[in-house]
Nanobody
Framework: QVQLVESGGGLVQPGGSLRLSCAASGFTFSDYAMRWYRQAPGKERELVAA????????NYPDSVKGRFTISRDNAKNTVYLQISRLKPEDTAVYYCNAVRTFWSYWGQGTQVTVSS
């Protein structure tokens, strides 16, 4: 049974930091590219970070570049998203996604709220 379980979300003050985790099971984690998406209320889901299966190559949209860092530990079947200098507009549900050719799996999401 494929599972992606996100954790690490919460309420954070502007300027703070968070590290989100996504624990994977039920598939060969190291074969899959991993991505983090977010969806704010009333907005479309947007890609915020991606990491290759084994090379560690990463990709970010300009909107988060320099503040978001994705990493993975294939030994632990876990992908991380470090978010620094948080802004109120980072408030969203953050989802991890595993993708390989025709297969795509999603987690249930973790809420990040940035507010003073």
């Amino acid at each position: 049974q494929v599972q992606l379980v996100e954790s690490g979300g919460g309420l954070v003050q502007p300027g703070g930091s968070l590290r989100l985790s996504c624990a994977a099971s039920g598939f060969t984690f190291s074969d899959y590219a991993m991505r983090w998406y977010r969806q704010a209320p009333g907005k479309e889901r947007e890609l915020v970070a991606a990491i290759a299966p084994t090379s560690g190559g990463t990709n970010y949209p300009d909107s988060v570049k320099g503040r978001f860092t994705i990493s993975r530990d294939n030994a632990k079947n876990t992908v991380y998203l470090q978010i620094s200098r948080l802004k109120p507009e980072d408030t969203a549900v953050y989802y991890c996604n595993a993708v390989r050719t025709f297969w795509s799996y999603w987690g249930q999401g973790t809420q990040v709220t940035v507010s003073s």
